[in-house]
């Protein structure tokens, strides 16, 4: 994808902004999360973080560092590992904001999976002073 980035939010319009915004949030991350058949207890809470997220700033393609956390209740899958971390690597170069990374995140691995109950919760590494976490989902 070919991006163009600036040095501040005040330089983009609001129209570039949600343009920049939809683009990201539809683009389709190559590295799919393949679903393993699950057989175990259905009331099994199941948790996978990592440290190793990284998106770039929607307006200044800088890197921004994340840590997720996973939590789910599996029913009839699970995400197979290796296809989680090939697809956590895939937002690499793809400009997005923290909340829109959550949803897609979110909406890829219930598409993929399907389990009972899901919430994510990412950590931004500070940024200008401001500690930010986003979540999304319950358990």
Same mark, same amino acid.
């Given at each position: 994808m070919d991006w163009q980035f600036e040095t501040s939010m005040?330089?983009?319009s609001d129209e570039e902004i949600r343009e920049r915004i939809r683009r990201a949030?539809?683009?389709e991350?190559?590295?799919k999360i393949r679903p393993i058949p699950y057989i175990g207890d259905k009331r099994e809470v199941v948790t996978y973080s990592s440290e190793e997220l990284v998106a770039r700033c929607p307006v200044t393609g800088l890197?921004?560092?994340? #840590?997720?956390?996973?939590?789910?209740v599996p029913d009839?899958?699970?995400p197979e590992l290796k296809s989680l971390k090939f697809y956590l690597l895939g937002y690499l170069d793809l400009p997005i904001s923290h909340e829109h990374?959550?949803? #897609?995140v979110y909406r890829d691995l219930e598409a993929a999976v399907r389990p009972s109950r899901l919430r994510i919760t990412l950590d931004v590494a500070v940024r200008g002073g401001i500690t930010t976490r986003v979540v999304l989902g319950d358990l």
């Open positions: 005040e330089a983009m949030y539809e683009y991350i190559p590295a890197p921004d560092f994340y #840590k997720i956390a996973i939590e789910f009839e899958a699970i990374l959550v949803s #897609k």
